[in-house]
């Protein structure tokens, strides 16, 4: 007999990797899913109904959840049978940007807030029963930010940092009851997230912060930020579809890079506890080799662009 399909909750399904997956995991040709894809906002789900078109009503529900708000944390579990999904997809997240001093407190609690306190209401909501069913796969959209911090990403990266730290941590008593815990760490993902977080920062928030740093966030970060994203991003689409991946494993893997291009990154950090090598190579990048840090971006973006060239005119002949 067919397998009952499994119920996936994914958070912050509005855009982005959200809408991107539940489409995916909704429209499977399998029909191994059962997806509730949930948002703050349901005046914002009209891009997530079309795109799912008719799996909306079959495969897909559209539910009301705010990860910052206990009680609606509790009507959407009213929803599960037993307040058991076999997947939650902890997916919801806001961005900040810009030197320390410009930015307000409020902003600041407000990612940790969304970022780090809105998974742990959720993981502590839905694990109960994950623990009585001695099943469940917890699934956290982190990021490559929450391995390594970049500068001027500070509080961004500290939230990352604590769903890794919390994720660590959990993972231990998870394996005891059976239940599998990911972390998906994209890199740069080219998505609506993104394109929020760049137009705010244009007019220079730099109100609050002295007349070098602010030239060091305009000049130096911004347009290489813009080149590093233009030459490395992953569409949402490609993100869903490392998630399925790690989603069907038979042994999912506690961590998951979606992009290669921060292998080398990676194994610097872990090759040397001191942290000196990634902080000097980010410092002599930024600062001192900053227009070969733009070629080899440059170059990179080539690549990858005569690399789709190659797939596109391959598939256009039928050999693959």
């Known amino acids: 007999a067919p397998m009952a399909p499994r119920t996936v909750l994914i958070t912050g399904c509005s855009s982005g990797i959200g809408l991107a997956l539940a489409v995916r995991l909704a429209t499977d040709s399998q029909g191994r899913f059962k997806v509730l894809a949930t948002m703050r906002d349901l005046s ?39 307040q058991y999904v076999d997947i939650l997809v902890s997916n919801a997240g806001i961005g900040l940007i810009g030197p320390l001093e410009s930015l307000s407190l409020d902003d600041m609690r407000q990612v940790m807030d969304t970022n780090f306190f809105g998974l742990v209401q959720l993981v502590r909501a839905l694990m109960p029963a994950m623990k009585r069913q001695r099943q469940g796969h917890i699934v956290v959209i982190s990021s490559i930010l929450g391995l390594q911090g970049i500068m001027f990403n500070d509080i961004y990266a500290a939230s990352k940092f604590a769903v890794e730290g ?36 244009e007019q220079a928030d730099c109100v ?113």
């Not at 009209?46 to 009301?64: D, V, Y």
């Not at 919390?166 to 609506?192: D, K, M």
């Not at 989603?247 to 921060?262: S, V």
């Open 166 to 201: 919390f994720c660590e941590s959990l993972l231990v008593q998870a394996l005891h009851f059976n239940i599998s815990v990911t972390l998906v760490e994209p890199g740069p993902v080219t998505s609506e997230f993104e394109g929020k977080l760049y137009s705010g920062v």
């Open 208 to 320: 609050g912060t002295d007349s070098e740093t602010a030239d060091i966030f305009t000049r130096i970060y911004l347009p290489n930020s813009r080149a590093l994203f233009a030459s490395l991003s992953q569409s949402p689409e490609d993100v869903a579809e490392h998630t399925l991946r790690v989603i069907c494993a038979r042994r999912p893997p506690f961590r998951h890079q979606t992009n290669p291009a921060y292998t080398p990154m990676l194994a610097l950090k872990r090759a040397d506890p001191s942290g000196e090598l990634v902080g000097a190579a980010f410092y002599r990048l930024m600062f001192r080799h900053e227009p070969l840090l733009r070629a080899s971006l440059h170059a990179v973006r080539l690549c990858r662009w005569k690399a789709r060239k190659l797939r596109q005119a391959l598939r256009l002949l039928g050999l693959r």
């Open 44 to 82: 914002r789900s009209g891009p997530l109904k079309e795109a799912a078109g008719s799996a909306l009503g079959q495969t897909l529900e559209i539910g009301q959840l705010d990860v910052c708000d206990e009680d609606s944390i509790t009507r959407c579990l009213n929803r599960l049978p037993g």
